[in-house]
């Protein structure tokens, strides 16, 4: 039984051919980068990892 339901996510060769679409409609790399990093750190079913706070506690 796959993890994920396959209609929800995109296989790497489509998220390819999406990012040549929009870099043919004159979308930069950066600009399609950014709006990834967004897609990935916003979405509800995958919420953003707890910051884990690195202070060493005095003893």
């Known amino acids: 039984m796959p993890m994920y339901d396959t209609e929800e ?11 040549e679409k929009l870099e043919e409609e004159g979308m930069s790399s950066d600009k399609i980068i950014e709006i990834i990093k967004y897609v990935e750190t916003n979405d509800p079913r995958n919420p953003k990892p707890k910051k884990v706070n690195k202070t060493k506690k005095k003893q």
């Open 9 to 19: 996510y995109m296989t790497g060769a489509e998220i390819v051919n999406l990012i």
